[in-house]
């Protein structure tokens, strides 16, 4: 078995400050005994404007939040999946929301772009519209690591089973969600669609959430989780600031799967560009 951390923030608009509490957070984990850690999406930053991403957008590979994660990774001999950070694109007006994973030696070793933006209006006092600023990525991104073979989504794309459904069909023990799931639509969505997607394959899910009142008026849900292979809500953390800690266990994923092949049972597949 592994132990895996899930790290839920309340970040504000003070990328330094809120990397301080990132590290101690990390921190916490790694004396819990986790090896796989992950963060919430724009756990460096929650931006007062929409263009306050683009102004701390880093080059993709050098940078004062990249900098940050790998050295983290590697002072603390843990593989990290690095929430979300704007990277810059070709574009000056957009940036992409980029999930970067870090092994134990500090080398970063895949980047997710986020795909699906969140453009919805949730009631008419609330209103979002990720594209503005996001242009949208394309390639769905899975990777080995020594604790089960990872694939990478971000908020919104957990509304998107087909993506998921795409990568069982490239063989996956679990999945890393970085989110900043709304209050509104957490309360109604988050947890039932966590474990759908983590019953549907089969496979154990580590949702990092923002989870608070934030100082650009936003409210997220929190209620980071991890999801075992059969829906079960293994641990999770409501509201507020901290860490969540859960065993997984491969081989009983791998007995369950022989024992209820859903996987096998499948009509339609997906033919998407996957690596």
């Keep these: 078995m592994s132990r895996i951390a899930a790290i839920q923030m309340a970040s504000g608009s003070n990328v330094a400050a809120n990397l301080q509490i990132a590290y101690h957070l990390i921190r916490d984990a790694v004396n819990m005994g986790a090896k796989l850690i992950i963060l919430p999406e724009n756990f460096a930053l929650m931006a007062m404007l929409p263009n306050d991403n683009i102004k701390i957008g880093e080059q993709y590979g050098n940078g004062i939040i990249q900098n940050f994660l790998s050295q983290q990774a590697k ?20 940036v992409r929301s980029a999930c970067l994973v870090f092994d134990n030696t500090g080398k970063q070793i895949a980047r997710y772009d986020k795909i699906h933006l969140f453009d919805v209006t949730t009631n008419s006092n609330e209103q979002y519209c990720e594209s503005e600023v996001f242009e949208s990525g394309e390639q769905i991104i899975i ?45 109604a969505h988050w947890e039932i669609l966590l474990r759908a997607r983590a019953i549907e394959n089969l496979c154990y899910i580590i949702a990092a959430n923002q989870g608070g009142y934030h100082v650009n008026g936003r409210e997220t849900y929190g209620n980071s989780m991890i999801v075992d292979p059969w829906g079960v809500v293994l641990t999770r953390l409501n509201r507020g600031t901290g860490v969540i800690c859960a065993d997984i266990d491969l081989e009983q994923q791998t007995d369950l799967r022989h024992k209820f092949p859903v996987a096998d049972h499948r009509k339609v597949q997906c033919q998407l560009r996957i690596t």
Excluded: H
């Excluded at 990872?150 to 990568?167: N, S």
């Design 143 to 187: 990777i080995n690591t020594p604790y089960g073979r990872l694939g990478l989504a971000v908020c919104y794309d957990l509304r998107f089973p087909e993506l998921f459904r795409c990568m069982l069909s490239k063989g996956i023990d679990l999945i890393g969600l970085p989110a900043a799931f709304t209050a509104t639509t957490g309360k």
């Design 75 to 94: 002072q603390f001999g843990i593989w990290l999946i690095g929430g979300t950070l704007p990277i810059i694109t070709d574009n000056s007006k957009k």
